[in-house]
């Protein structure tokens, strides 16, 4: 079974970002950028999935700027087989990147893709539904647990107040939850590696897909500042002012 | 109040320890600014690293005072609150035949001249203090047993808690937009919280020096250069502790290690970094090739971490002169303008001493340490403080 | 235009996240609609029917929509979505689970958890995990939207007449079933996704002292954090490590304890809803951004809250 497990460079979780004064988006040149997070826990399972032998190959999609082929090698080396970068300067959203990755899909033909359940940068959580949708294929969305058998994946997912199991035919689409698993540290000798596995650089024309945006940016501008806090002089205090007037506990 | 006798540009380990001082050593009005909060420039970004091994004499003046204060620092400021977060858990340089070995020998000489606590170890010796290490090429091995790590950001807040209970006036997130200036004297500053005035200011600007050179046109070299940090995961060959602090002169790199909660390591270059075009504290991106190359230079030294993890990276930025040491002391032209900027990556080590003798300078007391050396007028008369090792930050 | 919400229920009724969702929808000058899709979910049709503002409720009443499926809820969504301009899900596992299936079936865009309507085809949403707002256009036929509850004050729950109109259930998928649910023991959260999280510091001293914040984060149901200079000097485990090269964090309730506030730490915390922070020292730079701030002992304080709650 082959799996394919999309990433996407985002400017790492550490880095604060400023807003542009002109309000016409957030800084991000010269900024640190790293492989999404959630996504590196979509290429741990996957690689988990190959190491336990249910999958044949591991296949690392990117779609965006040329130094995603970054990101790319830390898939590699975390385990990925080989990659495919689909790259294009423009601003891509969700739907043309569902539609970019169903393109590869179609190529390549995997019985499962995982994705992370959302980018920390536009923080959307839609991709791996969307390429559901275009696939026709069943979806588990949220996943901590993912057991693959028999042609069928059982899932549990992250739900509000608990989790729930569900029963998929593959091929299906999976994104990724936090608690999932704990992806590895790359390893030193894996760096070295992956720099040697395959990386196949595509397009959106030559994958006939249109990757323009859909929405626009009208203004993106910083949130509220945070309001001063105040003394409370014991914990009695304290308590009456969190239960009544915060009101979080 | 508008008006003060001192006013400390920046709040980082060395302006707090400046200001500390500063209200330790009498000074009854003092103003310390910062654009941000206390130590959120490059003071976070430090290691912390602690040592006096250096190849300048003067350096190691500044750095046995300053460890004296770490060893002993809740008393030293008073507070039985205060903590650097000190590890004593000694400091091991080693060199293989080669370049570094006639500095390395000269320097270790010249520092038990000075009366450091110093010893010469055999391999044997050394593989007992640091058994995830190879020394089996290793020349010369020194170990100052007075030397570790410990906190920069912690020793900054705790210089600044004590500043204040001396009665400095602190205000944080406060821009300055110029130094003021009459007949080429000091008479204030102008920040975003309104004018102040004053007849010294002590800048300890950092990377941010450039604005200062600006503001009283004076020419002042100072380059920001970034450099990458990275913490290692070997679950065969943990780095506690108990393990010293170790710098591999026989890397490329000339690394720099330590253990990072115990168990990590961390490590980085101790050699030229990437130079920034403008002052810039944000992290930057560690391409996976600088880490190959890092590891294999690690695993060179420390077997086992041929197949460590990276667990995690971040970058810190150097304020770096041409020489690599601090300017410090008084700009000429400018009168009640005192400078202590430039540290290029090793300015933490330094801040207990660098702070108590600007502090001195600014108040007309003689210094413990002479500012001589480090004068500003040094890049234009040629006296370079350039230590025996070339670049970097062991000077 | 007519905006049709796809109600948050359990069959029975309906939940209070639906009621910010009509909130939000009614700011779109439009009818608003509800789709109510369950199993034996009369109740839940009724409840949708009485909210203030709804003028028709859609009923989609199977077995197969029992579990929320996404594939199933989709189906049912696309089978009544005809003359609606705009969908509107609460931002919920399930509204998230099944709006972008929805919208990509459609061929739109997908607009996730708005927090402000600024105009019919005009929405404000966090990016970057809140730390930047981005106003969005779209000029897609349909709008498929998830609305961030917290944002919009709840519709009234009484006051509504509308209809309860019976919609034939949309076929079942047969590559996804449903097999069983757990709902939450009291187990510690995840930390980078728990309501609540009680973070240790320098000040506790030792590991073993660390220890105090256990029964605090029991009764709080909450996460243990810490900060760098914790975990660097050994108090608490690496993986608890909260802020910049740890975790960030963003609960409704951040509790520093004998944490200093480095701001390495505060970039990892800073977006909490309400920040708590004990300390010895009145002028730890935590206090800068704490909401409520007790100077004080911790090792009285934190057993003494532990006890009051």
Redesign the interface.
């Known amino acids: 079974m082959k799996i394919i497990t999309a990433v996407k460079r985002v ?7 400023r ?1 542009k004064s002109d309000q016409s988006g ?1 800084d991000i040149a ?4 790293s492989m999404n997070p959630f996504d590196e826990i979509a290429v741990e399972e996957a690689t988990r999935l190959r190491e336990k032998g249910q999958a044949t190959e591991v296949i690392a999609v990117s779609c965006g700027v040329l130094q995603s082929q ?1 990101t790319l ?2 898939a590699m ?1 975390i385990g990925a087989d080989r990659a495919i970068l689909v790259q294009t300067d423009a601003e891509l ?3 043309a990147v ?1 539609k970019l990755l169903k393109a590869v899909v179609d190529k390549e033909q995997p019985q499962l893709v995982i994705l992370g359940k959302q980018a ?15 696939l026709d ?3 588990a ?2 996943a901590s647990k993912v057991e693959i058998a028999d042609g069928v994946a ?1 899932v549990t ?13 593959l091929p ?1 689409i999976v994104t990724t ?3 999932l698993n ?1 992806p ?6 894996n ?2 590696k ?1 720099k040697k596995k395959p990386l196949e650089i595509l397009t959106p024309e030559a994958l006939d897909v249109d990757p323009a ?11 509220a500042a ?2 001063a ?4 002089a ?3 205090a ?2 009456d ?2 239960k009544n007037e ?1 009101k ?2 | 109040m508008k008006s003060f006798d001192v006013i400390v540009i920046g709040a980082g380990v060395v302006g707090s320890s400046v200001a500390f001082h500063l209200a330790r050593l009498g000074a009854k009005s003092v103003l310390l600014l910062d654009r941000g909060t206390i130590g959120a420039g490059t003071t976070s970004q430090s290691s912390g690293i602690l040592r006096t091994h250096y190849s300048v004499r003067e350096n190691v003046e500044l750095a046995r005072r300053s460890w004296d204060v770490f060893n002993n620092f809740a008393s030293y400021v008073g507070d039985d609150d205060a903590s650097a977060g000190l590890v004593k858990c000694g400091y091991l340089i080693a060199s293989p035949e080669g370049d570094k070995l006639d500095p390395l020998r000269a320097s270790l000489a010249q520092q038990v001249e000075q009366g450091i606590p110093l010893e010469f170890l055999s391999a044997q010796q050394a593989t007992e203090l640091l058994p995830i290490c190879r020394f089996d090429d290793a020349a010369v091995i020194g170990y100052e047993p007075e030397a570790g790590f410990a906190d920069a950001y912690m020793v900054a807040t705790s210089f600044a808690r004590g500043a204040r209970r001396g009665g400095v006036t602190v205000k944080e997130n406060v821009n300055v937009n110029r130094v003021l200036i009459e007949n080429g004297k000091v008479v204030g500053v102008s920040t975003s919280a309104g004018d102040f005035t004053c007849d010294t200011v002590i800048s300890t600007q950092n990377i941010w020096t450039p604005e200062l050179a600006a503001w009283v046109n004076v020419p002042m070299p100072v380059v920001p250069e970034r450099h990458a940090v990275l913490a290692l ?1 070997c679950e065969a060959a943990p780095y506690t502790f108990k393990m010293p602090v170790y710098k591999d002169l026989g890397s490329p790199g000339m690394l720099y290690c330590r253990s990072y909660g115990g168990n990590q390591m961390l490590v980085s270059e101790g050699i030229v970094g990437e130079k920034l075009f403008g002052p ?1 504290a ?7 090739d600088y ?2 190359e890092v ?2 230079q ?2 060179d030294r420390f077997p086992a ?7 995690s990276s ?2 810190g930025v150097y304020d770096v002169t041409p020489d690599w040491n601090p300017v410090l002391g008084r700009v000429p032209g400018v009168q009640g303008l005192i400078v202590g900027y430039g540290f290029s990556g090793h300015g933490f080590k330094l801040s207990p001493t660098v702070g108590k003798v600007l502090a001195q300078e600014a108040l007309g007391l003689a210094t413990d340490v002479s500012l001589a050396p480090y004068a500003i007028t040094r890049f234009a008369s040629g006296n370079l403080l350039t230590g025996k090792y070339g670049l970097g930050a062991v000077s | 235009m007519t905006t049709l919400v796809i109600a948050e229920h359990d069959h029975g009724a309906i939940k209070s996240a639906t009621l910010n969702t009509v909130a939000a929808a009614r700011l779109l000058g439009a009818p608003v609609h509800v789709l109510v899709a369950g199993l034996n979910a009369r109740g839940a049709a009724d409840a949708a029917a009485a909210i203030e503002g709804v003028e028709k409720v859609l009923l989609a009443d199977a077995a197969h929509l029992g ?1 929320f ?3 199933n809820v ?1 189906a049912q969504v696309l089978a009544v979505a005809d003359g609606y301009s705009h969908l509107l899900f609460a931002a ?3 509204g ?10 459609l ?7 708005i927090i402000s309507v600024e105009s019919a085809d ?1 929405f404000a ?16 036929a349909v709008k498929v939207i998830t609305v961030r509850t917290t944002a919009f004050d709840a519709a009234a729950a009484v006051g509504g007449s509308a209809l309860v109109e019976a919609v034939a259930p949309a076929a079942a ?12 023991k009291n187990e510690r959260p ?1 930390l ?2 728990a309501r ?1 999280v009680v973070s240790g510091g320098r000040g506790l001293g030792s590991a073993e002292n660390f220890k105090i914040l256990d029964p605090l984060a029991e009764k ?1 149901g909450a996460a243990l954090g810490a900060s760098r200079a914790a975990v660097d000097a050994g108090y608490a485990p690496n ?1 608890w490590q909260v802020g ?2 740890g975790k ?1 964090v963003a609960p ?2 951040y509790i520093a304890v004998g944490i200093s506030g480095a701001i390495q730490h505060l ?1 990892g915390m ?1 977006d909490a ?4 922070a004990i300390n010895k020292d009145a002028e730890a730079p935590i ?1 800068g ?8 002992d911790l090792f009285h ?1 934190v057993p ?2 532990t006890a ?2």
Do not use: H
């Open positions: 400017v790492d979780y550490n880095v604060s970002v807003v957030v010269n900024v640190k950028m970054e090698r830390t080396a959203q969700p739907l569902a920390i940068d536009d923080d959307a959580n839609q991709t791996g539904q969307m390429l559901a949708a275009l294929w069943p979806q969305t949220f059982v997912r992250e739900v509000d107040g608990g989790a729930e199991t569900v029963r998929l035919t299906a939850d936090l608690r704990e590895r540290y790359v390893t030193l000798p760096i070295m992956a945006p859909r929405l626009q940016t009208v203004r993106v501008v910083e949130p945070r309001k806090g105040v003394k409370v014991d914990v009695a304290l308590v002012k969190l915060a979080v506990i | 995961e810039e944000e992290q930057g991106d560690i391409p996976l880490v190959a590891g294999e690690v695993a971490y041929a197949e460590a993890g990276l667990a971040w970058t | 579990d499926l996404a594939e989709s919920t596992a399930n998230k689970n099944v709006a972008p299936r929805v919208a990509a079936k061929d739109v865009a997908q607009i996730s958890e005009t949403r966090p990016i970057y995990a809140g730390n930047a707002i981005a106003t969005v256009r779209s000029a897609d998928s047969d590559k996804v079933s449903f097999m069983s649910r757990e709902v939450s995840e980078t996704s609540t709080l993986d910049q090269t960030i409704q309730l970039a800073k809803k309400v920040i708590v206090f951004v704490a909401d409520y701030a007790l100077a004080g304080a003494q809250l009051a709650l």
